[in-house]
């Protein structure tokens, strides 16, 4: 946000991939102290830059000498003759003694508070050649179709060629390869070496999850999958790989998974996204595929001897069930981007999860030499390919950025727009039609102005460039006031503009089945109003530039203060005054009175969290208290918790069977690893005394579960497809649901009949389809699909029990359905 002084009054307008799988439960992945991030860092995390990458105009190499880690004989690669965290920084340390090809910066810190290490490899650049560098870059951006007409475009600017490593923290060996392979280029003397590093610039991030490298495990710290997180950023990690992106901007790029045997090498199978440039894309990716696979299968190992299987491309050899669909994925985020040949490759034996606890250590080292050898193999291909294809590798991601500014159309593939690739069929079209322009509206007819500005921010920290309207204006029929935001997709990444903005497509009659997620839309999840132009010109518009959304929060200089409960920033604000002891009530509307007397500290919060505390006259109302939590679901959802400022404690089947103190709890929130039916005598006692006298917020199969056996709501629960997920269109019509955006997310969806006395409905989805976009597919027997769920009640309450059939906190990511579970658990604290 733009930071300024906060004034006591309104701010004028004029201010400037496995098979789809859950989320275990947070108590299973292991979340401890690193999840406890308060709400206000976690909200300024979210547009945070990294700092020390793009800030530098020093040439190359940039050389330090890196502080060593404490040794940790528990770290889990070491069992696989692997390189534990601990011992990397020594080793680029002297790596950047074997001359001056190696440059190491700090990209970024771990949820768990370990550095993250990226590594340059080039031929030397002085600091006039490094701002030339840059300039180029930005060339291609601002003036593309100058860019693909300078000669020194074609004949100096380095390629740049990025491979993200360990992304998965029990997926370790690209680590090991990349660090190889850097000694390798570091002391090659051969003039082939010396050809790639002058017209290149070689980018490795060492291990992108040093905290699942450590622990063994998939997640971070904060039990994350880092490879999901890429459209919402809500892990540090993940934004230090957006900001390499959006600094480095890599041409090629590369990132090591584990384990499929045979070595599985994108591009991918059907459906593919809709808003890249896939024309582009899919002829260099798949070029570079070719080149991966050869390698890897001359590396000799076989079936027979080896366990090897040869390698695959999916794009090729597979029908369905690999997509590069939604944007959450390291390769299909790069695409935004600009990069043009992107991959996740998955090298091929198997070392973690249960392979990592049965099988012999020696067993288990041999299969990590192959994968390392795989690796690398992987990754000097990808340096051959990008050397051999440097001038089309440059010209075709210049040509991404030309499209984009220009508003030209995509070109849909087929064997004469993209030759030498076999087997594109119809299957393979996806393509949309990009709007002119989104509008962020200002003034009243933005539902909340504090959602509103966290979407600018988030937009903006994605590269995505906003401008903010001078003078109120017509457009396309309608009359925006002054200070509303205007994303003009004839900008150079108006892929990464659209995938955000847009509601996105239903593609359930495109594939049986989906990798991942399907729907995601910001516009339609963060809570804010988002308004698309079709067509148009905005040329007089009065528009202005911006890098940071204006400052909303603000107090009234008089009275007692109303605080709006819509945001989850509102929330967290009103967590906070819980905390300081506050006497905070809550009015008929929903929203919070706070006294007069706490106008200090709601000026401080205003500050922090950019909300409104406007005058009020309200009385009585009633008495909101802290809330504790004991919540038994996923790692997103606790997360999603604490960014509200909820004291929450995880609990879980085994924590309640080792004996978990209720005394110190106001409410259960359940939606993961709690069952009823697996707690001995003393837990299920004493989780039903507590229930006795204390509410239930359930979601999900396990919420719906935990409500059946203890009785609270007499409703039947109907579960969907449960691979079914996207974005659906719900009506609101509760107390909790007040304010709610009418879209919400789903991923095995529910829904309640048969509801009983008392039961209210709260929410329901919208009548006929509710699908707006995602995959959400009837059973063969006709059933579980959209329209059974159309309008049925998707979240309803009563007087001890909330249940959801949606999903309002899923990994972190639909902002403005958070305040419908905060409203449910401060309603049934007791």
Do not use: C
């Not at 696979?293 to 001359?298: F, I, K, L, R």
């Not at 009585?620 to 802290?626: A, K, Y």
């Not at 709610?740 to 919208?766: C, K």
């Amino acid at each position: 946000m733009a930071t300024g002084s906060l004034l006591l009054t309104p701010q004028s307008a004029t201010a400037d991939r496995k098979p789809p799988v859950r989320e275990g439960s947070a108590q299973e992945n292991g979340q401890g102290s690193a999840a406890r991030n308060s709400a206000s860092a976690a909200l300024n995390a979210l547009a945070a830059p990294v700092t020390g990458l793009s800030a530098s105009t020093a040439g190359y190499p940039r050389e330090q000498v890196l502080t060593p880690d404490p040794e940790n004989p528990a770290d889990k690669s070491i069992k696989l003759g692997l390189t534990p965290y601990h011992a990397i920084a020594p080793k680029l340390n002297a790596l950047q003694e074997l001359g001056n090809r190696v440059s190491v910066e700090v990209a970024g810190e771990s949820a768990g508070g370990h550095r993250l290490y990226l590594v340059t490899v080039t031929a030397p650049e002085s600091s006039r050649e490094t701002r030339a560098q840059d300039r180029m870059r930005e060339l291609f951006e601002n003036a593309p179709q100058a860019a693909a007409k300078d000669p020194a475009v074609k004949k100096t600017y380095k390629t740049p060629v990025f491979f993200n490593n360990n992304i998965h923290g029990n997926e370790w060996e690209g680590t090991d390869a990349a660090l190889g392979l850097i000694e390798q280029l570091a002391t090659a003397k051969d003039t082939k070496t010396a050809d790639l590093l002058a017209h290149s610039r070689l980018y490795f991030n060492i291990t992108a999850n040093p905290d699942g490298r450590i622990a063994g495990t998939r997640a971070n710290a904060n039990g994350f999958d880092l490879n999901r997180d890429f459209i919402t950023a809500s892990q540090p990690e993940a934004r230090a790989m957006r900001q390499i992106g959006i600094d480095k901007q890599p041409a090629v790029m590369v990132d090591l998974h584990g384990y499929v045997n045979g070595t599985l090498i994108e591009p991918t199978t059907p459906p593919h996204g809709e808003n890249y440039e896939y024309d582009l894309f899919l002829k260099n990716t798949y070029a570079n595929a070719l080149g991966m696979e050869a390698a890897v299968n001359g590396l000799g190992y076989t079936p027979a001897d080896d366990g090897v299987e040869p390698a695959q491309i999916p794009f090729r050899d597979q029908e369905e069930g690999w997509d590069d669909w939604p944007p959450i994925f390291t390769p299909q985020y790069a695409a935004f981007h600009g990069t043009v040949a992107a991959h996740t490759v998955e090298i091929p034996m198997q070392v973690n999860n249960a392979a990592y606890d049965s099988l012999p250590v020696a067993e288990l080292k041999r299969r990590s030499a192959i994968n390392v050898d795989v690796a690398g193999a992987a990754m000097r291909a990808t340096l051959n390919f990008a050397q051999k294809n440097r001038t089309s590798l440059i010209a075709d991601q210049i040509e991404v950025f030309r499209r984009g500014v220009t508003g030209a159309a995509q070109v849909p593939v087929s064997a004469e727009t993209v030759p030498g690739v076999p087997g594109i069929g119809p299957e393979d079209v996806y393509t949309t039609e990009f709007p002119r322009a989104y509008v962020i509206p200002a003034g009243a007819t933005q539902r909340s102005a504090t959602a509103a500005a966290r979407l600018v921010d988030h937009l903006l920290a994605n590269d995505v460039r906003v401008s903010r309207a001078t003078d109120g204006f017509r457009l396309a029929g309608r009359s925006y006031a002054k200070g509303s935001y205007v994303v003009d997709l004839r900008q150079a990444k108006r892929g990464m503009a659209n995938v955000m903005l847009a509601d996105g497509t239903d593609i359930s009659d495109k594939v049986s089945v989906m990798y991942d997620i399907s729907g995601w839309s910001l516009g339609r999840l963060w809570g804010a109003t988002v308004t698309p132009i079709r067509s148009g010109s905005l040329s007089a518009v009065p528009l202005r530039a911006v890098g940071a959304a204006t400052d909303v929060g603000y107090v009234s200089p008089r009275g007692d203060l109303r605080l709006r409960l819509d945001d989850p920033q509102e929330i967290a604000a009103l967590n906070s005054l819980l905390k300081q002891g506050v006497p905070v009530r809550q009015a008929a509307d929903g929203s919070a009175i706070v006294p007069g007397s706490a106008r200090a500290k709601a000026v401080a919060l205003a500050r922090e969290y950019d909300v409104a505390f406007d005058a009020t006259k309200a009385t009585g109302g009633t008495p909101l208290r802290l809330t504790r939590v004991a919540a038994a679901v996923t790692p997103g959802e606790l997360f999603a918790l604490r960014e509200m400022n909820f004291d929450v404690v995880p609990v879980s089947t085994a924590v309640l069977n080792a004996g978990f103190d209720w005394s110190g709890a106001d409410v259960l929130f359940a939606s993961s690893g709690l069952n009823h039916a697996g707690l001995n005598a003393a837990a299920r006692a004493a989780l039903g005394a507590f229930l006795d006298t204390h509410g239930l917020v359930g979601r999900g199969a396990t919420g719906v579960a935990l409500n059946a056996a203890t009785g609270l709501l007499a409703v039947q629960p109907v579960a969907g497809d449960g691979d079914a997920n996207g974005v659906v269109r719900v009506v609101n019509s509760g107390a909790l649901t007040t304010g709610a955006p009418d879209h919400s997310f789903v991923y095995a969806p529910l829904w309640f009949t048969d509801l009983g006395p008392g039961v209210r409905v709260e929410q329901s989805y919208a009548a006929g389809n509710p699908l707006v976009s995602g995959h959400w597919r009837p059973l063969a027997d006709g059933t579980a699909g959209p329209t059974a769920a159309g309008g049925r009640a998707s979240v309803v309450s009563g007087p001890d029990a909330v249940l959801f059939g949606t999903e309002p906190l899923f990994r972190d990511h639909p902002k403005g359905e958070f305040p419908q579970v905060a409203r449910a658990l401060l309603t049934l604290a007791r």
